[in-house]
């Protein structure tokens, strides 16, 4: 019977991998409690006198999770015993006992049940986990004295917070990491139509944090996911109104992307019509691009900090008061980040729908409190950039909204002079 089961690619790896500390970081509905439990399983019929223990949500969970291990036992044509038993206050433990000493206990989470066992352990879902950082304290130790003892973690995210978050994001070496999207494992064979789960969900937020694993934290975020989807469309076109649209420019060289955004103002909203990223492109490269794009807007912006500093400098020579360079500063970033965040409340701005990186940048950007008291708007440096799209588009609005052109003035002293003349 065991031959009916099909693990797919990724399953396999996790299986194969006998690292002591193991964590999974793994979309919704891709079999991550299907995988740890049969480890724990074969692991348990492999070694005499094994303990599990297993950590769940809640005891609906922890049920389900001892469901799964008793069918893994009767497809492996295993003997063994599971019952349920009262354990702390009413909560109930579901246990399996195998004949050869091994045991895997169920239990609900929380710090209290956590305590007293000497097992290897697994974590299912542990980012919804409550009280996190006191169900690791207590349940870690029963690791300590047995070197072939294991831990084992496994979620879909929940936040920029909790003890799962940071033992994916600063758990150190010690930590063997599986991450499967949804695209990872529909690639390696998982029978689902990603497009179909997505349009069902309607929810780009959910989507975006369930099925592709993006730690999604609205309390720190300067621009939350719901502004920046509400402000999605079909707004990228080749053609603008050139004396209605404007031009922000965020330069990078070699870590950083450049990116060129144009802003067309369409009755009282901004449209983005153009959204270009160079990526590690000579200056000379980037020089041409600026130049192309400058006579087809009525005012321009450029990031001016640094390496930027000799592009804004030639353009603004080139095409004068139509150009405007800027230099990034603590007070320059907060009213460039505040006028930007002000447009999305008030439903000034339209963005390009389903632009991943652009939705990543703008979310990317936080408020930040130094120990100074200065306040800081800033984001982490990634492979996709430094919030480089943030700060183009702020740079864009800025050229729409503090407008700026050539002084015109005429003479009026000779026509006074003729005056006072004739009167004599």
Not at 69 to 80: E, G
Not at 192 to 207: F, H, I, M
Not at 272 to 288: I, N, S, T, W
Request: net charge neutral; aromatic share 10%; with cysteine.
């Amino acid at each position: 019977m065991a031959s009916k089961v099909r693990l797919l690619p990724y399953q396999q790896r996790w299986l194969r991998d006998e690292s002591r500390f193991k964590i999974g970081l793994w979309a919704r509905q891709t079999g991550k409690s299907f995988t740890v439990s049969l480890e724990a399983v074969m692991d348990s019929m492999r070694n005499p006198r094994r303990t599990w223990v297993f950590l769940s949500r809640g005891e609906r969970q922890s049920l389900e999770l001892a469901e799964k291990a008793q069918t893994h036992l009767r497809f492996l044509q295993a003997a063994h015993e599971r019952f349920s038993e009262p354990f702390e206050a009413g909560v109930t433990q579901h246990r399996i006992e195998l004949p050869n000493g091994s045991r895997l206990i169920f239990l609900p989470a929380n710090p209290d049940t956590a305590r007293g066992y000497t097992a290897s352990v697994v974590l299912d879902e542990f980012a919804f986990h409550r009280d996190s950082h006191a169900i690791w304290a207590a349940l870690y130790p029963s690791i300590t004295r047995y070197p072939d003892l294991k831990v084992r973690v496994v979620s879909t995210p929940n936040g920029n917070r909790g003890k799962f978050y940071e033992l994916w994001h600063h758990g150190g070496e010690v930590w063997s990491r599986h991450r499967v999207t949804i695209w990872d494992a529909v690639q390696e064979g998982l029978p689902v139509n990603p497009q179909e789960l997505r349009e069902g969900l309607a929810d780009d937020l959910a989507w975006a944090q369930e099925y592709e694993l993006e730690f999604v934290d609205e309390t720190t975020a300067f621009i939350p996911y719901e502004l920046i989807l509400a402000a999605e469309g079909d707004t990228l076109q080749d053609a603008w109104n050139q004396e209605a649209s404007f031009l922000g420019v965020d330069i990078g060289r070699h870590r950083d992307l450049t990116v060129f955004v144009v802003l067309e103002r369409v009755g009282d909203v901004y449209w983005v019509r153009l959204l270009k990223r160079l990526h590690r492109a000579p200056f000379a490269e980037q020089e041409r691009e600026l130049h192309a794009l400058l006579p087809r807007v009525a005012r321009a912006c450029i990031d001016a900090t640094g390496m930027g500093e000799m592009l804004a400098e030639n353009a603004r020579r080139a095409f004068g008061w139509r150009v405007e360079p800027v230099k990034f500063s603590l007070p320059v970033k907060a009213d460039l980040a505040q006028a930007l965040r002000l447009a999305f409340e008030d439903r000034k701005l339209r963005i390009p729908a389903r632009d991943l990186a652009l939705r990543n940048a703008l979310h990317s950007v936080k408020r930040v409190v130094t120990p100074s008291g200065n306040v800081r708007y800033d984001a982490e440096r990634s492979e996709q950039g430094h919030a480089d799209e943030f700060w183009a588009l702020a740079l864009a609005l800025h050229a729409a909204e503090t407008r700026r052109g050539p002084v015109e003035y005429k003479s009026v002293l000779r026509r006074a002079f003729a005056g006072w003349k004739g009167a004599l």
